[in-house]
């Protein structure tokens, strides 16, 4: 049986970006009888606003999405909440240190942007010349009583996989990602590493996620190597973006569905108009959740990031 889940972060109310991915994820495991987990990755505390753990459940719940395990029903794999499973991502990073993946890394965000010889204030990729300052200045930056961030030892392989919506996907992970952090200095567990952890132990076995995470899930597929366990499938989602044409984020308001509930938008409409822009229904009108699944087929699902239009925006809070 196919087991789905959603994961948000609950750094804010979901946007309707957020609701788009979350209602495939939705449909793709319940269109084939799977199961479905609401997963809060909440690791980040400075991120975390408490308010949005409550409620981004309330906000989906409102969309028509429900779940078999999660924070506020519980199921077999509790806690469904990152902040209260941080023995198991130690246990982990035990054994990846076991098994030679790690190493602590010393340098410093000024370390780092100095070593980079692109654009002025970015960072390098974590490769070769990184990993030779840190062997270098570590000894004394210990010594000087700084706390080192662990990094995962990215190796030199091409990572490829075939994702469910986008097809074959090829990744140079050295090149594009490089040796990624897994325990911030601040010993803040990171995000690469939980999620891993945690599909493995909730029995995932399909992630829903947007298309952001494209190379996130490339390096995540190392982690799954390295700890010996088959990998979930992937579907990643283009993403939806606003009407000037930029990727929503939950920072800069865009569109949040606490704001559309609180303007009186039916969650229908809202369905409706996400369904639409997925290409899983060719007309733009009112639809529930439950009503989509019967429509809803994966592989006939827009392969391109999609805007709302000015007409749709209107229709959705119904101005028109
Ligand atoms: N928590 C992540 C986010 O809200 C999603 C992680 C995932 O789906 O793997 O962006």
């Not at 779940?67 to 806690?79: L, M």
Request: contains cysteine; hydrophobic residues 40%.
């Amino acid at each position: 049986m196919p087991r789905g889940r959603y994961a948000p972060s609950p750094t804010g109310a979901l946007h309707l970006g957020n609701a788009r991915t979350a209602l495939v994820a939705w449909w793709q495991a319940r269109s084939r009888g799977g199961s479905f987990t609401l997963r809060v990755e909440d690791l980040d505390e400075a991120r975390t606003v408490s308010e949005a753990v409550q409620g981004n459940l309330d906000e989906l719940r409102w969309l028509g999405i429900d779940w078999d395990e999660g924070p506020d029903v519980g199921g077999p794999h509790e806690s469904y909440r990152q902040s209260e499973r941080l023995d198991l991502y130690h246990q982990a990073l035990e054994r990846l240190e076991a098994s030679g993946h790690l190493f602590e890394c010393y340098l410093s965000r000024k370390d780092l942007r100095e070593l980079a010889s692109a654009p002025h204030g970015s960072f390098p990729v974590y490769g070769e010349p990184e990993r030779r300052a840190n062997e270098r200045l570590a000894q004394a930056k210990r010594a000087g009583g700084k706390d080192p961030s662990v990094r995962f030892r990215v190796p030199d392989v091409t990572v490829e996989f075939s994702d469910l919506l986008m097809g074959a996907k090829r990744f140079d992970v050295r090149k594009e990602v490089g040796d990624f952090v897994v325990r911030r200095a601040d010993n803040v567990l990171a995000y690469q590493l939980a999620v891993v952890v945690d599909d493995i132990a909730m029995g995932i076995t399909e992630v829903v996620r947007g298309d952001d995470l494209l190379t996130s899930t490339a390096a995540q597929l190392l982690l799954y190597r390295a700890l010996d366990v088959d990998p979930p499938e992937y579907a990643h989602v283009p993403l939806l973006l606003d009407e000037t044409g930029r990727r929503m984020a939950k920072r800069k308001g865009s569109l949040t569905l606490s704001a559309l509930v609180a303007n009186g938008v039916r969650p229908e409409r809202v369905v409706g108009l996400l369904a639409y822009s997925l290409g899983v229904t060719s007309v733009l009108e009112e639809r529930s959740a439950e009503e989509c699944l019967d429509h809803y087929e994966l592989a006939r699902l827009r392969q391109e990031p999609v805007s709302l239009t000015p007409a749709e925006l209107a229709w959705l809070t119904g101005e028109s």
